[in-house]
C-alpha cells in the first residue's frame, strides 16, 4: 500500500481530525486502506461495507452514523448510485499494486523453464509462445510502462504515484462562476485554483495567471501536484474562513488579500539548486 508524503498534513486528512475531534483519525483511514489491500478490492457492495462495518475496521470509538458521516462529508468514500461504496483515492494512489492483483487473477508471469527441464528435441524448431501468456505478459508491461510515464514510484509517496499537474493544459479562462456557500462546497471542489477564483470572487486573468506561474514554480521546486493542491486548499480555505468570520469580504478585498499572502508563500520556494559538474 502506497501513503504519499503529505498524507497527515493534506487538507483532507486534517478536516477528517475537525470533523470527528479525534487526532488519531488518520490511523482510522490506514486501517480501512489496509482492508482494501488485505481483500484486494476498494469498492464494495453496500452490504459489505456499512457504517457499523466501518466502524470495526478503523476501530474508532466515535458513534457508528457519526464515522460513516464524517468518512462522507471529508471525501474519503464514495457512495456511487448503484448502491456501492467505494474507499476514494485508494485507486489513484495504487494503480500500479492494482494492476498487479489484475494480473495476478489472469495467472500472472509465465513460469520461466529451469535448468533441469528438458529443451525442446528439435533444436531448429522455436517453440511458440501461447497466446494468452504473451497477451497476460504484453498488459503487464503496458502498465508497469505507464505508471513509470507518469511518475509512478511505489517506494516514493500522493491524493499520488500517478498524479499529474492538474493545472496543465487547462482553460480558466471559460469557467462557470460557482458560489461557495459553505465547507462542503469547497471540498466538493477538485481544483484549488478554480476554488481560490470561487471564494474570491476574482475569476481575471490576473487571478488566476498568478496562481499558475506560481504552480509552475512550486513544480519546478520539486513539489507533487498533490502536495501543491493540498497546500492551495488549505490557503483558501484560510481565506474562506476568514470570510465567514466576517474580517473579510467576498470580492475585491478577499482577492488582494489572498494573493498577497500567496505572492510571500511563492517567494519562500526554492529552485531546484544545479549540480556542479
Same mark, same amino acid.
Given at each position: 500500500?502506497?501513503?504519499? +508524503? ?10 477528517? %481530525? ?6 488519531? #483519525? ?10 482494501? @489491500? @488485505? ?7 453496500? *452490504? ?8 470495526? %475496521? +478503523? ?5 457508528? @452514523? ?14 456511487? &448510485?448503484d448502491g456501492t461504496v467505494e474507499a476514494h483515492g485508494f485507486y489513484d494512489s495504487n494503480s500500479q499494486l492494482i494492476a498487479k492483483w489484475i494480473n495476478g487473477q489472469k495467472g500472472g508471469r509465465p513460469k520461466k523453464k529451469t535448468a533441469t527441464e528438458k529443451p525442446n528435441q528439435n533444436l531448429n ?9 504473451? &497477451?497476460? =505478459? ?11 510515464? =507518469? !511518475?509512478?514510484? &511505489? ?9 499529474? #499537474?492538474?493545472?496543465? !493544459?487547462?482553460?480558466? $479562462? ?5 458560489? %461557495? ?11 484549488? %485554483? ?29 513539489? +507533487?501536484? !498533490? ?14 474562513? =476568514? ?10 478585498? *478577499? $482577492? ?7 505572492? =510571500? ?5 526554492? @529552485?531546484?539548486? +544545479?549540480? *556542479?559538474?
Amino acid at each position: 500500500m502506497i501513503v504519499e +508524503t503529505d498524507f497527515l498534513d493534506h487538507w483532507k486528512t486534517q478536516m477528517l %481530525i475537525g470533523v470527528l475531534d479525534d487526532p488519531a #483519525s488518520p490511523c482510522y483511514l490506514l486501517r480501512l486502506w489496509a482492508h482494501c @489491500q @488485505q481483500r484486494k478490492e476498494y469498492q464494495f457492495d453496500s *452490504a459489505k461495507l456499512t457504517p457499523a462495518i466501518l466502524k470495526a %475496521i +478503523t476501530r474508532c470509538p466515535a458513534d457508528k @452514523q457519526v464515522l460513516w458521516n464524517a468518512f462522507v462529508e471529508v471525501g474519503f468514500l464514495d457512495l456511487h &448510485e448503484d448502491g456501492t461504496v467505494e474507499a476514494h483515492g485508494f485507486y489513484d494512489s495504487n494503480s500500479q499494486l492494482i494492476a498487479k492483483w489484475i494480473n495476478g487473477q489472469k495467472g500472472g508471469r509465465p513460469k520461466k523453464k529451469t535448468a533441469t527441464e528438458k529443451p525442446n528435441q528439435n533444436l531448429n524448431v522455436t517453440e511458440p509462445e501461447p497466446i494468452e501468456e504473451r &497477451e497476460r =505478459e504484453e498488459e503487464k508491461e503496458k502498465v508497469e510502462k505507464q505508471d513509470e510515464g =507518469e !511518475g509512478g514510484n &511505489e517506494s516514493s509517496f500522493s491524493p499520488s504515484s500517478c498524479e499529474k #499537474s492538474f493545472w496543465k !493544459g487547462k482553460s480558466y $479562462a471559460d469557467l462557470p462562476r460557482r458560489t %461557495i456557500e459553505d465547507y462542503g462546497d469547497l471540498h466538493a471542489m477538485d481544483d484549488p %485554483i478554480e476554488a481560490a477564483m470561487a471564494v474570491t470572487g476574482d475569476y481575471s486573468m490576473g487571478m488566476y495567471g498568478f496562481l499558475v506561474k506560481g504552480c509552475d514554480k512550486c513544480l519546478n521546486a520539486g513539489m +507533487t501536484p !498533490g502536495g501543491i493542491s493540498g497546500w492551495l486548499f488549505q490557503e483558501v480555505e484560510k481565506v474562506f474562513g =476568514e470570510i465567514k468570520a466576517g474580517e473579510r469580504e467576498r470580492g475585491k478585498p *478577499a $482577492a488582494s488579500g489572498f494573493t498577497a499572502r500567496m505572492q =510571500e508563500n511563492f517567494a519562500t520556494i526554492d @529552485q531546484p539548486k +544545479t549540480k *556542479a559538474a
